[in-house]
C-alpha cells in the first residue's frame, strides 16, 4: 500500500505546505510544468518523486523528466502526462496510447482545472490535480492525496490552498 502525493503546474512556485500536506506519503507525483530545477529537487530531497514535464518546463527539466511516464505502482498501471485531457476528450498526443492499452490510472495537468472522473468505457481512473502554483487564472491551488491499494485507488482526498 502507498500513499501518493499529486501536483501539477507550479510553474516554479513554492509552498512550504506541500512539505506539510504531503507528510504522510510515500511518494510524490508532478504532472508538469515543474518551473524551476529548484522545485523539482526540494520534492526529490522530501520524498521519491516522478515526474513528467510540461510545455513550459525547458532545459534541465526536459533532459530529467520524459513527457509521458508508465508504470506500476502496486499492482496498478499507472500513465501520467502533462497535456493529456479528460475520459470523453483525450489529447490526441496521448489517445492512440490511452486507448490501445488502458492504464487503471491516468493522470495528466494543463488546464489548471482540478478534476477525478472514472472512464467507464476504459474502466480507468483519470486524476488532474489542478494547479498547484500562483500562475494562472485559478482562484484556489489544488493538490492531491490518494491511497494505492494493490489495484484500488482509496482515500482520495482534494487539498485546496487559497492564493
Not at 83 to 96: C, E, M, T
Amino acid at each position: 500500500m502507498k500513499r501518493i502525493g499529486l501536483l501539477s503546474d507550479t510553474h516554479s512556485w513554492w509552498d512550504d505546505r506541500y512539505l506539510t500536506y504531503f507528510a504522510e506519503c510515500d511518494e510524490i507525483w508532478h504532472a508538469g510544468d515543474i518551473g524551476s530545477m529548484e522545485v523539482a529537487q526540494r520534492l526529490a530531497d522530501f520524498r521519491p518523486l516522478r515526474a513528467v514535464c510540461g510545455n513550459c518546463d525547458g532545459g534541465d527539466l526536459r533532459l530529467l523528466y520524459p513527457e509521458v511516464l508508465r508504470w506500476r505502482c502496486e499492482e496498478a498501471d499507472v500513465l501520467m502526462t502533462h497535456i493529456g485531457g479528460y475520459p470523453g476528450h483525450y489529447d490526441p498526443r496521448i489517445r492512440q496510447q490511452i486507448m490501445a492499452r488502458p492504464p487503471q490510472l491516468f493522470i495528466s495537468g494543463h488546464s489548471h482545472i482540478l478534476k477525478v472522473q472514472f472512464d467507464s468505457s476504459l474502466q480507468l481512473l483519470h486524476i488532474n490535480p489542478g494547479a498547484a502554483g500562483q500562475q494562472g487564472w485559478h482562484k484556489v491551488r489544488t493538490l492531491v492525496r490518494v491511497t494505492i491499494d494493490k489495484d484500488q485507488f482509496r482515500d482520495l482526498e482534494v487539498i485546496e490552498i487559497p492564493r
